[in-house]
């Protein structure tokens, strides 16, 4: 038996989705076109116009969530490449395994907003992208799995079988 057993179905679709998606460099060029942020988030974009350290606080933002595995949360949280309300993001990603919930929670309440606001909108877009390339549809929630994992079931815990032997004869 395995970590991957004891999950609930909605924690093994979140495992298997993350370790699953896989963004890779044309999704983030693709994604980077979109150089700024919705016009609903005007005010937020004007602070990423006024800092002289927005890139380098992308970069150590971007890192962190490239470490700690954490872009299928950080699209989740949002809509349409919004980020929503603090209260409906936890309402999402409440089903996810925990050990990625702490990085998650540091990265909501120690990044700026306007980098954060920007490093969704990124995240969404590749991870979408991506999603849409390995699935055929972009859009995914837990409840709809994948629950399982051939990787992961192969050294998963199975009933013995076995015959046994007569050794009367």
């Not at 395995?2 to 998606?21: H, T």
């Not at 896989?22 to 974009?45: G, K």
């Not at 989740?76 to 936890?90: A, F, K, N, R, T």
């Not at 399982?148 to 009367?168: D, G, H, I, M, V």
Request: hydrophobic residues 40%; charged residues 30%; negative net charge.
């Amino acid at each position: 038996m395995n970590d991957f057993d004891l999950m609930s179905p909605k924690q093994k679709a979140w495992f298997v989705e993350c370790w699953s998606s896989f963004p890779e460099f044309e999704h983030y060029s693709a994604a980077a076109c979109a150089d700024e942020l919705p016009d609903e988030l005007w005010e937020l974009q004007e602070l990423i116009d006024e800092d002289e350290d927005f890139e380098s606080w992308l970069e150590e933002w971007e890192e962190f969530v490239q470490q700690n595995h954490i872009w299928v949360l950080l699209e989740q949280s949002c809509d349409e490449g919004v980020m929503l309300p603090e209260e409906l993001i936890y309402e999402r990603v409440k089903d996810c395994p925990r050990e990625w919930l702490a990085p998650f929670e540091t990265l909501l309440q120690q990044c700026p907003d306007y980098v954060l606001a920007f490093l969704a909108q990124r995240h969404f877009l590749a991870v979408r992208m991506e999603r849409a390339d390995r699935c055929g549809k972009p859009d995914w929630c837990p409840a709809e799995g994948p629950f399982t994992c051939a990787e992961l079931e192969e050294t998963s815990w199975k009933k013995a079988s076995f015959k046994p032997r007569n050794y009367a004869r």
